[in-house]
């Protein structure tokens, strides 16, 4: 029984949406999953997957794309990414399949690991980063505080945490999802968004502090989910 991760599915059975305008490798990148995860996961072990699930808009247009998650083996742990518009009530959602868990504002347990997480944001100093995000970043950084606060009170001490957003800017300065993070002495930081050569290393991976960061997006893994323990 082991934990995976691999971020940024970018599935839309609704409608086909073409990646591969993002590099060749992308090309047909739903029968890659497929095939690694056939290969790589068994029905008693979790993979936790850090947003970008899909390219739908709306619940309707994201059935097709979680009938076929629902199909491949294993426990599903989702946290929100920037493009999952069809996210609506997370308790509706855990009510659709016993294999699938979906995390915002509290966590998951898995045997002696608190499962936590939040979606995350673009980090002060970033290059994109505008007075508008300011507000979004604050919140999120409560919300990745909240869901830590429900582990820790319910005696966790080993904590994994997914994010979406890598935890911090372009040029891997400090932020306050990296405070937090060193605050609560998390293991380890499972995180997604980067998309090609160019990106792939602009935040941390490896060890840092004592914390492990771990970069899960589909392209970077060559889209065969990681063990992450």
């Given at each position: 029984m082991s934990i995976?991760?691999?971020?940024?599915?970018h599935f839309s059975f609704f409608k086909n949406k073409p990646m591969d305008?993002?590099?060749?490798?992308?090309?047909?990148?739903?029968?890659?999953?497929?095939?690694?995860?056939?290969?790589?996961?068994n029905y008693?072990?979790?993979?936790?997957?850090?947003?970008?699930?899909?390219?739908?808009?709306t619940m309707k247009e994201f059935l097709p794309d979680i009938e076929f998650i629902h199909s491949l083996s294993g426990k599903k742990i989702f946290i929100q990414g920037n493009h999952d518009y069809w996210w609506g009530s997370t308790s509706a959602l855990n009510n659709?399949?016993?294999?699938?868990?979906f995390i915002k504002n509290n966590f998951y347990s898995f045997?002696?690991?608190?499962?936590?997480?939040?979606?995350?944001?673009?980090?002060?100093?970033?290059?994109?980063?505008t007075s508008h995000d300011e507000k979004i970043y604050k919140r999120e950084v409560a919300r990745l505080k909240l869901s830590?606060?429900?582990?820790?009170?319910d005696g966790f001490e080993k904590i994994i945490v997914m994010m979406h957003y890598p935890p911090t800017n372009d040029k891997k300065e400090n932020s306050l999802f990296v405070d937090i993070l060193n605050e609560y002495h998390v293991e380890k930081v499972i995180y997604g968004h980067l998309h090609g050569e160019e990106n792939f290393y602009l935040s941390y991976m490896g060890n840092m502090n004592g914390i492990e960061y771990i970069l899960v997006s589909s392209d970077f893994i060559e889209f065969k989910p990681v063990k992450i323990c």
């Open positions: 995976f991760a691999i971020s940024d599915l305008v993002f590099g060749s490798n992308w090309k047909n990148h739903f029968l890659k999953i497929k095939k690694n995860w056939i290969e790589t996961i008693n072990d979790t993979v936790l997957v850090p947003g970008d699930i899909s390219w739908a808009k659709l399949y016993d294999d699938m868990i045997d002696d690991f608190a499962l936590c997480g939040t979606r995350g944001w673009i980090c002060p100093n970033d290059v994109f980063f830590l606060d429900m582990a820790v009170k």
